[in-house]
Every structure is written in structure tokens, then in C-alpha cells.
């Protein structure tokens, strides 16, 4: 086919070099200064020491870039918008070659049998050395859920994560199913996890992640060659480590029981903390209240709406975003703690009542019983 | 008048380390709950203060968290009493092994539940009924611990309270593992309701004094019952005696 051929051409060979990111940025029209700006951005997003940033720089301007795959699977591209509009999206986008002729279904400029060929040339040739970026959930009802150029979401996934260096799940959807597993799951939608078999394996939490955070993983990956420390959850401890809650500006009318109580009262306009409103800010792990979004402009709270928990598992299934009643499923119906508590609450008491009634019947005998 | 005469044996059956957990133990219980539901949905007190001169929420999760560990330490202290108390607090009592304890149940459910015969009260601790609802109370209060300081410690980096975060990924994230907190705070709710329900109607048909036994430690126990459990009990000596012989 002459059209895979046109492509195979255009496509580096193993042997051949390929471009640092440093080297990229100069092509691209990128300033040195800018370049240090968003290296030295990147050592302060992960949380590390100044000597860091010559490292980050020095890795960036030897190393070549990283041959990637970015898999859509079942997702809505929010980690492909976020992460375009990274703080330097310029420098961001050419950590990896991101619109050239790697896989990635949103950018890359091939399309049809062109853009599958170019995903098995870069399996082949960089089999081993590619990373593995995994947008979306994988639907296990029926694989005809999500089926790509002919071959189903698992196929796809399984295939690619056999020559990978490294899986990273972007957001929610690769790491929990994110809205596609919301109850009741029709796709029966699940994380990657399961699929990659023992690749080593990132979770980038979020729906979607700070774009700053994706870029921090990935920068991490190129300079320091080796996983970043992740939490319990596989999430990259620099990022998630801390709770929205520890790291919100509005803190202290939390612990000074200052709450607003609707959004158009009083103390929604004095800024009160918005815990009453459904804040999951206390049960969230993420970076929004240090690396914030867009360039650092703001974040929910700031904006003044509450966090929805996007970096926590089941977010969807937790009941209304507006309130702290917690939902329990169960007997095909939902109900929240406190009223399951108090419908045994007054069972009991109706028992108890009862069976108070048998006792003074028996009391009464028995006093009547002595002369 | 009505008047009869009864032939009553005072017996020591709570020991003061056993009465002190008791009433330790309600008090953590009542005060976890109260705070525990204003932090679950706190009130809005107050509106018109700076952040910086008020902290009552603050204190009151401080009273919740503190309250935690004293129930923490208390119930291991009981754990401890359970293997030097008297005959009437020892473990035995609460894991029933023996088929005179299953016999009880039955007792306690025909007699005290369902009241279908009127058999007389011959327990002198804890009928097993009671002792297995305690072993309830010991696994829901377990359960509570492991997620109130899985809970907790993401507020603090010292490792002793790290031991319970391994519920977390168990159970998905934090906000189910609030839920199962919140949940089981209802089941001590519960609990202490039909605890409390039981505790009068005893001293109200069997009449041996439980609820001031719970304070002085004493029971006013019927002769015969009392002599009753003495046999039992020597019985229960020369059999341990026999055994430690034979090895």
C-alpha cells in the first residue's frame, strides 16, 4: 500500500536519533529563557529542591524525546484538552511527539489505515522503549462497546502494553472508569489496570488532571528515568499526597466553623468554606489548591464551588455533589447513613416498646402471684 | 402487705477495672457520637466572626479524635482484662465454646425474648446472649477504629496512626470509608438503645440488683443460684486440676 509506505518514510528509524525536547523547542521558536521558566515550573510542581532543576534541564536538552502511544479508549479527551492548555504548553507539548507520527487519535496527523499503521511502526520499532498514555476506560459487558480500526478497547490496550516501557492511566476514566462506571454501569467499565499485565504503572488521577501535573509525571519520567513514588491508590505521591482540604485557602473557617450554607447567602459572599455545600475537599487527594488551573488563575473552590472529589474513585456514585449525605446502595434502593439509621432507629424502639408491654403482663402475674 | 421471704447471697461479680471500662466506655461512646454528627453535619453557629478568632470546629474534632484513642486504649485494656479477671469477665464468657452457653441462648430466647415460658434468671455475669452482643460491640468498635484512624491519619505523619490506612484502598477511596465510619456509628446507637432497654428490664423481673451492681460491683443473688455456681465452679477447679496433673 502506497499510503503506509509515504508513512513508514516519514517515520524515524530505531537507529536514527531523535530530537531532544530542548532541541524541539529551538525548532519550534521556543526561547532558552522560556525553556528554564517551565523546567524550573516543573521542579517546583514535584516538590523538589533547586539542584533539581539543572538536572530537569540537562535531561531535557540530552535526552530525546519519548516515543509515545496515546490510547482514546472509552473517555470524553478532557486529558487531551488539559493537558494542551498547560502553564507552558508550547515546551509541554514537545515533551514527546505529541503531534507527529506517533499514535495519538486527537492530534496525529494520520488518519484511517495510516494512523493504525503508524501505531504498529511505533510498537515495532520502539518495542521496549515507548510509553504506553491510556485516555479512557475499557468496557467489559461487551467489547463492542469500544472498538477502534476493527479491534476492541482491550485488544488495542493488551497489544500496546506488551512493548511499553511504562503505562500512565490519565484520569479518572484509565484509573477507576470514572462516569462510564457510574451506577449502574452499562458497559461494565473498568480502570487499565487490569490489562497491562506487570508493566509498571502511573495513575494520573483526575477528570480531568491538572495539566501541570501530567507535565510534571512525564518530565519526571525523562529526568530521573525511573517511577515517581506513588500512594496507596498508584498515584504519584509529589501530586496526591496531600488532601484539597490540608491545602485550601479556606481552611480556617473551617476549623472556625464558618460555613456557607447556600450559594447565595451571606457567607458564600464572605467566602466561607463550603463543606455544608458538598466540599469533598476532605476525602479528595489532589495538587488544586497549590498548582491550581489554567496557569495557576484559580480552582473550584476559589471560584466558589465546592470540590466534586474528580481524583477520588466512585466520585459519581457519592450522591449529590451539594450535599455531605453519603449514599448507600443496597436492597435497590438508595438511602443515605442517617436515614437507614433511623428507620432501625424507630424498628428498635417499636420492639422495645413491645416487648416492654410482655413484661409488666408478666410482672403483674407474678405479683399477684404472693398472698 | 406483700411481702415474701427470700433466701439472697451477695456475690462480688464486676471487678473495679471491669466497672471503670463500663463507664469509660459509655462516655467515649456518647461523646463520639455527638461530636461525631456535628462534624458529619455541623451547625452554623456563627457568622459574623473573623476566622482567625474562632476555632470551635476545630475543638470539636480535636474532642472527637482524643475521645478516639482513649476508646482505643480502653477496649485493649479490657482485651487484657479478659485474661486476668475473675471468673465472670474472662474471655471464655464472650467466644461461648461450651454447649451449657448454647443451652443459655435458648434459655434467654424463649424466657427474656420471645417470653414464651417464664423460666427463673439463673445467670449471675453476663447471660451469653449478652456476651455475644459484646463480641458485636468488640468487632463493630475494631471496625471503627481501623476507619476513624485511616480517617485521621492523613492529618498526621507520625507512623503509629499509618496502620490503619490499608482499609482505604480496600474499600476504593476515603469517602466510602466515611460512610462505613458513619454507618456503624448508627449500629452504636443502636446498640446502646436496646443495652440500656435490657439492663432495666432485668433488674425489673429478675431483681438482682444489676444496676447497682454496675457501681458497687455486688449482685444480690438467690441462694440456691448462688450454690449453684459454687458447685460448678469447684467442679470446674478439680477438672483444670486433673488436667495440669496429666501434662
Known amino acids: ?371 | 402487705m406483700k411481702s415474701r421471704k427470700r433466701e439472697l447471697r451477695e456475690v462480688y461479680v464486676w471487678e473495679l477495672p471491669v466497672r471503670f471500662f463500663h463507664w469509660v466506655n459509655a462516655l467515649c461512646i456518647c461523646v463520639l457520637c455527638v461530636t461525631g454528627f456535628i462534624i458529619a453535619n455541623p451547625p452554623t453557629l456563627m457568622s459574623q466572626v473573623e476566622a482567625s478568632f474562632s476555632y470551635w470546629f476545630g475543638i470539636v474534632r480535636f474532642i472527637h479524635f482524643a475521645t478516639a484513642f482513649v476508646f482505643m486504649f480502653n477496649f485493649i485494656f479490657r482485651i487484657y482484662w479478659a485474661f486476668v479477671g475473675n471468673r465472670y469477665a474472662t474471655w471464655d464468657n464472650y467466644i461461648p465454646l461450651r454447649a451449657r452457653q448454647w443451652r443459655n441462648v435458648w434459655h434467654v430466647l424463649m424466657t427474656d425474648v420471645l417470653m414464651i415460658r417464664n423460666e427463673e434468671e439463673r445467670s449471675i455475669g453476663h447471660n451469653t446472649v449478652a456476651t455475644l452482643s459484646y463480641l458485636v460491640l468488640l468487632l463493630a468498635a475494631v471496625l471503627q477504629c481501623i476507619t476513624g484512624f485511616a480517617l485521621y491519619a492523613q492529618t498526621s505523619t507520625l507512623p503509629l496512626f499509618q496502620w490503619a490506612t490499608w482499609i482505604t484502598p480496600l474499600l476504593g477511596d476515603e469517602m466510602n470509608v466515611r460512610i462505613v465510619h458513619h454507618l456503624l456509628t448508627w449500629f452504636f446507637i443502636l446498640f446502646t438503645v436496646i443495652h440500656v432497654y435490657i439492663v432495666f428490664y432485668h433488674d425489673y423481673i429478675a431483681r438482682h440488683g444489676l444496676i447497682s451492681s454496675m457501681i458497687g460491683g455486688w449482685k444480690n443473688i438467690p441462694e440456691d443460684v448462688a450454690e449453684e455456681e459454687e458447685k460448678l465452679e469447684q467442679k470446674e477447679r478439680r477438672r483444670s486440676r486433673r488436667a495440669g496433673h496429666a501434662v
Open chain 1, 1 to 371: 500500500m502506497t499510503t503506509s509506505k509515504s508513512n513508514a518514510d516519514l517515520l524515524p528509524t530505531a537507529t536514527e536519533p531523535r530530537p531532544t525536547v530542548y532541541e524541539e523547542c529551538r525548532r519550534k521558536g521556543v526561547s532558552r529563557r522560556k525553556f528554564i521558566q517551565f523546567c524550573a515550573m516543573m521542579a517546583a510542581a514535584m516538590g523538589l529542591e533547586d539542584v533539581a532543576v539543572p538536572k530537569i534541564v540537562k535531561a531535557l536538552e540530552t535526552k530525546p524525546r519519548l516515543p509515545i502511544i496515546w490510547l482514546h479508549l472509552q473517555e470524553c479527551t478532557c486529558c487531551s484538552e488539559s493537558f494542551i492548555r498547560a502553564d507552558h504548553p508550547v515546551v509541554a507539548s514537545l515533551l514527546f511527539d505529541h503531534i507527529s507520527l506517533d499514535y495519538t487519535e486527537t492530534l496525529m496527523a494520520p488518519s484511517g489505515h495510516q494512523a493504525e499503521q503508524s501505531m504498529e511502526d511505533t510498537m515495532s520499532k520502539y518495542a521496549g522503549q515507548y510509553l504506553l498514555m491510556v485516555e479512557g476506560s475499557v468496557p467489559t459487558k461487551d467489547d463492542a462497546y469500544c472498538c477502534i480500526g476493527g479491534k476492541s478497547a482491550r485488544q488495542i490496550l493488551t497489544d500496546a502494553a506488551k512493548g511499553a516501557k511504562a503505562v500512565i492511566a490519565w484520569g479518572n476514566c484509565a484509573t477507576a472508569g470514572c462516569v462510564q462506571a457510574a451506577n449502574p454501569n452499562p458497559t461494565g467499565a473498568v480502570g487499565i489496570a487490569r490489562f497491562i499485565g506487570d508493566k509498571p504503572l502511573i495513575h494520573v488521577q483526575g477528570c480531568p488532571p491538572i495539566a501541570d501535573v501530567m507535565a510534571g509525571v512525564i518530565v519526571h519520567l525523562l529526568t530521573f528515568n525511573s517511577l515517581p513514588i506513588l500512594d496507596d491508590l498508584g498515584r504519584p505521591k509529589a501530586f496526591y499526597s496531600r488532601r484539597v482540604h490540608d491545602t485550601c485557602y479556606r481552611r480556617a473557617n473551617f476549623d472556625a466553623g464558618l460555613f456557607a450554607e447556600s450559594f447565595d447567602d451571606e457567607n458564600a459572599r464572605r467566602g466561607y468554606c463550603l463543606y455544608k455545600l458538598g466540599c469533598k475537599g476532605p476525602t479528595t487527594y489532589n495538587a488544586c489548591g497549590i498548582i491550581k488551573w489554567n496557569g495557576g488563575v484559580s480552582y473550584p473552590i476559589q471560584s466558589g464551588h465546592p470540590c466534586l472529589g474528580c481524583s477520588e474513585a466512585g466520585f459519581w456514585d457519592q450522591g449529590s455533589f451539594y450535599k455531605r449525605d453519603t449514599v448507600v446502595e443496597g436492597f435497590g434502593i438508595e438511602e443515605t447513613a442517617d436515614k437507614i439509621g433511623l428507620a432501625l432507629g424507630a424498628v428498635t424502639v417499636a420492639g422495645i416498646a413491645a416487648h416492654a408491654i410482655g413484661t409488666n403482663i408478666r410482672k403483674r402475674r407474678e405479683i399477684n402471684e404472693v398472698e
